[in-house]
């Protein structure tokens, strides 16, 4: 029978302070640790070694070709694993990091090819969760760190649903409480003229592009149609694949203003109402005949905050099919939108 792995709570000073140095000392020794970021938690490895990051690789039975973000503590240190550093890096970490932002850069020679699935660039981002930051900084390396869920999956937000995909691959993970922004960082790339978005997240177009002064629009719309660069291989960023960020049941997207009319689109769907379970935001159906309806917010940083738990909720529970009510346009929802699209990709 395998152990399950002892999980360490952060809440105090001195919790805090054991736990960083029992997960370093773990990823010295070229261990997995599952740890806490403010995106949503990471299976993380020292990124400078190959064979400790294999084992990310083989822990999540993770495609060799879908590359790792590598996780730094401050700007020195993402310099160093970068081969170039231009001013629009400069000023885009002086805006954003600490924060949800990956700028993907040029690598340099000490980043192991296994982390970049053999390109010739890699993704960099400072996290701002004080756990996170604390364990690089008493490591003194930076760290690949994928989300800690088997591949394809749902990212956990919650220190329960690490314990849900991955108790039997991982000896410690941290209990660093939900998740601040609960969807995975927007990705930049740098190494791309002119540059573009990778993978959308809660730092949208719109503020990039304040701070750069380069228009993002139309790089944005070619990489969310699978452009050259993103079936090209070896991939750039994590994020890109078809299908991704999904949950075991079925998910769909629907409209709905009535519950006449969501009634009339899963019976167009062949979609049973007693393992269905319905998310919505705005139109709130009866749920009688359902087999759960979850209210999640409006607003879409509460909506990010909130989604990956209410969908690992609907697996919990046994759903069949989750319908979930189309988020609102705009772009602070292009994040979202990109996640549910994947998790309903078939």
């Not at 970490?93 to 053999?118: E, H, M, Q």
């Not at 995975?184 to 990778?198: G, K, N």
């Not at 769909?252 to 979609?271: F, I, K, P, Q, S």
Request: with cysteine; net charge neutral.
């Amino acid at each position: 029978m395998t152990a399950l792995p002892e999980v360490l709570e952060i809440h105090t000073p001195a919790l805090f302070a054991a736990a960083v140095a029992r997960a370093a000392a773990r990823l010295r020794a070229g261990d997995l640790v599952a740890l806490p970021t403010e995106t949503v938690y990471g299976l993380a490895a020292n990124a400078l070694d190959p064979a400790a990051v294999a084992r990310i690789f083989e822990a999540k039975e993770r495609p060799a070709h879908n590359p790792i973000i590598v996780h730094v503590a401050d700007v020195a240190m993402a310099r160093a694993c970068a081969a170039a550093w231009p001013p629009m890096a400069a000023r885009l970490a002086a805006a954003f990091w600490p924060g949800p932002l990956t700028l993907v850069l040029p690598k340099a020679t000490v980043i192991p090819g296994i982390v970049t699935a053999g390109g010739d660039t890699v993704g960099l981002r400072w996290p701002s969760h004080p756990f996170m930051q604390a364990v690089i900084r008493e490591c003194g390396f930076p760290l690949a760190a994928p989300s800690a869920n088997r591949a394809n999956q749902l990212s956990p937000t919650r220190v329960g649903h690490v314990l849900a995909s991955l108790s039997d691959r991982v000896k410690l993970i941290v209990d660093g409480g939900p998740c601040q922004v609960g969807i995975e960082s927007t990705v930049l790339d740098l190494a791309y003229q002119p540059p573009r978005i990778l993978r959308p997240g809660m730092i949208h177009a719109a503020s990039l592009e304040a701070v750069m002064g380069v228009s993002l629009g139309s790089q944005f719309a070619q990489a969310d149609s699978a452009d050259e660069g993103m079936t090209r291989w070896p991939l750039r960023s994590p994020g890109q694949l078809p299908r991704h960020y999904a949950p075991r049941a079925r998910l769909r997207l629907v409209t709905w203003a009535t519950d006449a009319e969501l009634h009339a689109v899963l019976n167009r769907l062949g979609v049973e109402k007693a393992t269905t379970w319905v998310v919505a935001h705005s139109h709130i159906p009866n749920d009688d005949g359902f087999a759960g309806v979850s209210v999640v917010p409006r607003d879409a940083e509460a909506f990010a905050r909130a989604l990956y738990a209410e969908l690992h909720r609907c697996d919990a529970e046994g759903a069949a099919t989750i319908v979930v009510e189309t988020p609102p346009a705009g772009p602070e929802w292009q994040g979202i939108a990109d996640r549910l699209h994947r998790a309903a990709a078939p």
